[in-house]
């Protein structure tokens, strides 16, 4: 089966395969089946191929490289880029404490949708999200889809500062702070768990494709996880 | 406040000088985790200095911005300076850049005035050895990774270096600079995309028109420009995606920003162009209010002029091996 993509330089280093021009999780798992294959092709010269919502390129080094073995070998894994038949994915299960000071912006999501705290809670922990990519800083995921009725949009001026753990909302897109940073999005919760940790095993809590769902804790749990 | 406490030789940093960061060639292979490259502004010049003091092209060495540092060496070492040219001052002694020269244990090297071009490179032979933060030790000032504890140098750190591969007793006359210096103003090649079909048909033109002034909030992230206007068709918005090195995004201001070094992997806005790679390090010799010229080239052009400079780098490379 065929798929419909397109093959862009960026500058003479750089391909850009481009799928449909969507948030998709469809489109994104293909985004990264294709990734994965030119990734798993080990082709000298490529230096790293990054996935993102509906597109990945493939950075590498055009006097090491063959550049129409490259093309080729793009095309024919773009050609054939399917979501792998993965087996039904376990979702990583991230603890928030949402609301108060922790979730400054928890009312005003509530009031934005017309429910209550409780109910914004719910609908937030309720799905399962799939990591679209990552990107911003390291180890942020772009969760999604939001349900439509708490996707707030992003405050029109950011924070200066955004705690490390703050969980997120901006429209569609759910995600966690890995690190202190500005930011723009619906604080609406923390988590004790780190999404990067450089000193760690795996400094990084997610990929690509992962299953994500998040559920409550209560403070007295956040303050024992956090003090660990 | 020193930070490592190495068990080995080290530099003591005297002066931190403006912004003195450690750099090897970056932290590729993790961008899909959302991990900016970092790495040098002018790779070549920094892989210069490397092979004048016999190094590994990688090696981590320091990049120095426009006002340079003042450093004391606890062991003999080579050291080379490549990129822009600084009066060197060794115990008082003028020193060449572009030439490895011997630092005695205890001796200081101090950077003087800059004479053109915005960042320079320090080699030393056996390079920087701070602990390497995901297979890099370059500094990454966002992240707050890499380097000394993430961020720049300052005043009593002290730097641990490795074992250099031999000291040698003899130096050689000064090489001749790869990267032609800048004087506050320089013109770069381009290739249009990924993402022409997001502008008018006129804005390559635009962009070609007039040189583009680099705004004050300019840092190794990117390179806010002022000039001509490029003007979208299909809006200010795409789906997020990844940002090459040297490539000029443009957000609804129609104010491009010119992607460097420390550039987040991933972005939002179009992309009309990218910086070809031999020019990139041209590009990264200019600071803020210097002034920057886009010319549209072909990939023939940027490939031949990228294979003339990976032969004097060669060259260099085996005259010094």
Redesign the interface.
Known sequence: MSTAYRI???????L?V?FE???DPAVNAKTIAC?EAIQGAAIAGV?????????V?V?FD??RTDTDALLERIAHDAERAAPAARAAQTPIRIPVCYGGDLGPDLARVASFANLTEDDVIRLHSDATYRVF??????????LGLVDQRIAMPRHATPRVRVPLGSVGIAGVQTGIYP?E?PGGWQLIGRTPVKP?D?ARAD??LM??GDAVQFYAIDRAEYDREAAR | MAHLTPSGPGVVVVKPGMLTTVQDAGRWGLQARGVPVGGPMDGVSHRLANALVRNAPGAAGLEITLLGPELEFDDERVVAVAGAQFDLLLDGRTMPSNAPFIVSAGARLRFGARRVGARAYVAISGGIAVPPTLGSRATHLISGMGGVAGRALAAGDVLPLGEPTDVYGSVSMPQAAIVPLPDRHARVRVLPGPQTEYFSPDALEALQSAAYVIAPNSDRMGFRLEGPPLAHSRGADIISDATPLGVLQVPASGQPILLMADRQTAGGYPKIATVISADIPVAGQLGPGDTIAFAVCTMREAIAALIAQERALMAVEARHA
């Not at chain 1, 862009?8 to 750089?14: E, L, T, W, Y």
């Not at chain 1, 230096?47 to 597109?55: A, G, L």
């Not at chain 1, 990519?133 to 772009?142: C, D, E, T, W």
């Open positions: 862009v330089p960026a500058g003479d280093s750089a850009i481009e021009e969507r948030i990734a230096r790293d191929v990054v996935p993102t919502y509906r597109s390129a950075y055009p006097l990519m990552l990107g911003f800083v390291p180890g942020f995921a772009y690190a940073t990067f450089p400094p990084f990929k690509a």
